[in-house]
């Protein structure tokens, strides 16, 4: 089954005060008192008020399932059943299949150029159903016998012209935490320093107390993101609101529409509509964000719970010709120079045979920190390839503590027993 929706207005067959939406006022009841229907309205907004305002503050507005956005038939837009939440916590559920005339629509805008770009929006309506017999008002001078018993929620369509701006179904909160996590590029504001800086104690932590460091800065950017939030401003309400954002705004975004068209003899023309879907936001439920999050924690856990044994590590700025057959390089602690001969390669690489080796003729270590390698002749190809072993068999050891090289200076931890490679390419001396 296909509802179609042809209005250009939201549904005025109920009104707010159908739905009352109170949740910091709740019924108090005693023995003998008399209930009327405003007790019964205040019963009724305590709970609907409080998951409205759940909802929109701690979950957000977004799809939960369906919607799905297609095209077809004479230019009818057909949405699927689904679900989804309004920027007022309320549920938008569609029960069969929405659609919208979307040549109506293309028309009634006189476009000026051949393209139109358009968000498909799913908003809030409701109509009365159900009519029971009543008790006339006496004050009703119509002395009507029946009223509507029952509230419906329902689901309407529209198409709103694009501004140049992204539609979106969210509003851009929390602007620390999305600098600090890469979500948005930092600009001058306050907000983008507290987290430029909050970065930069986090790269600079050491690799074992990282995790923690980004806990501690997260939750002071979370706090400060926080406290700058306030509901929106209703127009015509005095004060602020209950929800993050107006009534005329709180649609759920479906998709993007990008329209084709011209005219032929005063009549529009669509050529092409194409619909993007990824415009809209999908809520996820709790139990599908745990799992997302868990995929990260082996590299938070791995690196956290190693801890490192300060075994030798290479600075790769540090290598450098002597000569043209002589490299030398540091390392961050003594090194054990009889330990390298075997741990030490240098490779290049040939255009027609691919990696080869390169003779090392000595290897010495000159106050214990300074790895001098010279080779049996000239590097044979452009490129090079310097390879000191922290695994295997014949690593390179350090003297104090006696434990294999760590790989390079920044890198992850390595162990008492097994530690990392340390991979530098470099390129062919030039010749005087």
Same mark, same amino acid.
């Given at each position: #089954?296909?509802?179609?929706?042809?209005?250009?207005?939201?549904?005025?067959?109920?009104? +707010?005060?159908? !739905?009352?939406?109170?949740?910091?006022?709740?019924?108090?009841v005693a023995f003998g008192m008399l209930l009327g229907e405003d007790d019964f309205r205040t019963m009724m907004g305590n709970p609907r008020g409080k998951q409205m305002l759940h909802s929109a503050w701690l979950h957000g507005s977004g799809v939960a399932?369906?919607?799905?956005?297609?095209l077809g038939g004479e230019y009818q837009l057909s949405v699927s059943p689904g679900l989804a939440v309004d920027g007022?916590?309320?549920e938008l559920f569609a029960e069969t299949s929405l659609c919208l005339n979307l040549m109506d629509w293309?028309?009634?805008?006189?476009?000026?150029?051949?393209?139109?770009t358009a968000t498909l929006v799913a908003d809030f309506s409701c109509v009365p159903t159900s009519l029971v017999p009543t008790l006339a008002d006496p004050c009703d001078v119509t002395r009507?016998?029946?009223?509507?018993?029952? /509230?419906?929620?329902?689901?309407?369509?529209? @198409?709103?012209?694009?501004?140049?701006?992204?539609?979106?179904?969210?509003p851009a909160d929390y602007r620390r935490l999305r600098v600090l996590f890469g979500l948005l590029a930092p600009g001058t504001d306050q907000?983008?320093?507290?987290? !430029?800086?909050?970065? +930069?104690? /986090? #790269?600079?932590?050491?690799?074992?107390?990282?995790?923690? /460091?980004?806990?501690? %800065?997260?939750?002071? @950017?979370?706090?400060?993101?926080? /406290?700058? @939030?306030?509901?929106?401003? %209703?127009?015509?309400?005095?004060?602020?609101s209950l929800f993050p954002t107006t009534d005329e705004k709180s649609g759920v975004v479906l998709a993007r529409l990008v329209i084709k068209q011209h005219e032929v003899s005063g009549a529009i023309q669509i050529d092409k509509v194409d619909i993007d879907s990824s415009a809209r936001t999908t809520l996820l439920p709790?139990?599908?964000?745990?799992?997302?999050?868990?995929?990260?924690?082996?590299?938070?856990?791995?690196?956290?719970?190693?801890?490192?044994?300060?075994?030798?590590?290479?600075?790769?700025?540090? @290598?450098?010709?002597?000569?043209?057959?002589?490299? +030398?390089? +540091?390392?961050?602690?003594?090194?054990?120079?009889?330990?390298?001969?075997?741990?030490?390669?240098?490779?290049?690489?040939?255009?027609?045979r691919g990696w080869a080796d390169d003779d090392v003729d000595t290897i010495e270590v000159r106050d214990g920190t300074t790895v001098v390698v010279r080779l049996a002749d000239q590097l044979a190809n452009d490129t090079g390839r310097l390879i000191v072993r922290g695994t295997g068999p014949e690593p390179a050891f350090g003297v104090d503590p006696a434990v294999p090289l760590a790989g390079v200076a920044g890198g992850p931890p390595a162990g008492k027993d097994d530690g990392r490679d340390a991979v530098i390419m470099f390129p062919r001396r030039p010749r005087p």
């Open positions: #089954m296909t509802t179609c929706d042809d209005t250009a207005a939201p549904c005025q067959s109920c009104s +707010e005060s159908d !739905l009352p939406v109170n949740p910091f006022s709740a019924l108090r399932w369906g919607y799905q956005v297609a007022h916590g309320r293309v028309t009634a805008q006189k476009p000026a150029g051949d393209t139109i009507k016998h029946d009223d509507y018993s029952r /509230v419906l929620e329902t689901v309407r369509l529209s @198409l709103k012209a694009d501004d140049g701006s992204p539609p979106s179904s969210t907000a983008s320093q507290d987290a !430029l800086a909050s970065i +930069e104690a /986090v #790269m600079s932590a050491p690799d074992g107390n990282r995790a923690q /460091v980004l806990l501690a %800065e997260f939750r002071k @950017l979370a706090a400060l993101d926080a /406290v700058e @939030l306030k509901p929106a401003v %209703e127009a015509g309400v005095d004060g602020l709790t139990s599908v964000i745990q799992e997302l999050t868990a995929g990260t924690a082996p590299s938070l856990f791995g690196s956290a719970g190693t801890p490192d044994h300060g075994g030798p590590r290479v600075l790769p700025d540090s @290598l450098n010709w002597t000569d043209d057959r002589t490299l +030398e390089f +540091e390392v961050t602690a003594p090194v054990n120079a009889r330990s390298l001969r075997r741990a030490v390669r240098i490779t290049s690489l040939s255009a027609d």
